[in-house]
């Protein structure tokens, strides 16, 4: 499985970016996907997953602003990004998990400037 990630950017506080994530290989043995982000001098942290196809479960800070979806025509993941603020600055990851295998995207840059 491949994943190739972009949308990434600059953006001021309270405003919004949505991120993709194109997924290529065997994404018919796709259990679980979502997205991570890992901020200057963090751990890598959930932003979002969707096991199964089921509702996707999100990390607290940011639940009721970011918007997991997918396409399944395109074989894409989204995550909606809204009401941003410095605190949601870093590099964000899809993800995809067959099994106990997980697959990583390069990585596209966020940042929130107050």
């Known amino acids: 499985v491949q994943l190739q990630a972009s949308g990434g950017g600059l953006v001021q506080a309270g405003g919004s970016l949505r991120l993709s994530c194109k997924i290529s290989g065997s994404i018919s043995e796709v259990n679980n996907m979502g997205w991570f982000r890992q901020g200057p001098g963090h751990l890598r942290t959930l932003v979002a997953l969707s096991k199964d196809g089921a509702s996707p479960e999100y990390g607290d800070s940011v639940k009721g602003r970011f918007i997991f979806s997918r396409d399944n025509a395109s074989d894409t993941i989204y995550l909606q990004m809204n009401n941003l603020n410095p605190k949601d600055t870093g590099v964000y990851y899809c993800?995809?998990?067959?099994?106990?295998?997980?697959?990583w995207g390069q990585g596209t840059l966020v940042t929130v400037s107050s």
């Open positions: 993800n995809a998990q067959i099994g106990f295998r997980g697959f």
